[in-house]
């Protein structure tokens, strides 16, 4: 055919609960506690169709069949702050920790074992396994893996730290303002093929004004991968966000330039006035 093409669909259904119960405190200005539990399942399912007469130029040029079940549970944690004395205003509620788990289990194929080669091919996909604790509102522990439940063993983690600027003005919080924040992870997989430490910064300067910097070096070959330098400047009425970013890259050896613009609304006032801001 001069214009080959293919037709097709796919369907989904997602069905999910809560169940959820409240424990009086007074520890650590706490006065509630909120534990929650969240199952959740999904069904996707895509039809096959002829597409050999389609050229390939990457993976999206071939959709395969699929009858996909994807199962998991959450927990969470949610914790309400005492208010100010005498403030009249209600707790601040925010989420303390969350632990949750998942599997996937494709009829339509068989996958093998990422971390050993004699374990017998099957459907079912590593089971994701993640936490986050949130012991400060500017503070945040992760970690997510994959498990191999033929081999018993991970084939995937990652763990992170992150910070951000305790002393922001909430006063200053809209839809694009900054905060000063700092985050470093580590990632591997199974076999020791990656071993990669990410770093980034956000340094806020001024209300209109960050720089940006971020960084991942590969632990096994003992090289720095990429690195991006950026400057983000910021419209006075909240409007728009300007971001210039350069990141220099190993493989392949390349120098890369940004200029990324962000609209999200109009408002009022000039936004290239900046007298005033400091």
Known sequence: ARNPHRETFSVRARVGTAAARVYPTNWLGLDAVQHLIEPVAEYSFVPGVDQDDLPIFDAVDRIGRRSLFTYGVGTRWLGRFKPAEGSGEPGRVRELARVWAGQSVDVERRLPSVARDEIEDDSFSDIDIGAAVHPLETLSLSFASQFDHGARELTAARVGLFLEDPWSDPEESTRLAMRSRAGISYRFLTGNEVQEVDASLELKLARWLGLI???????????????????????????????LGLTDRTNPDELEAKVQLTLVGLGYGDPFDFAGLD
């Open 213 to 243: 910097f971020a960084t991942r070096y590969d632990v096994v070959q003992s090289e720095f991968l990429d690195q991006h330098y950026g400057l983000r400047l910021l419209s006075r009425c909240d409007c728009w966000a300007l971001e």
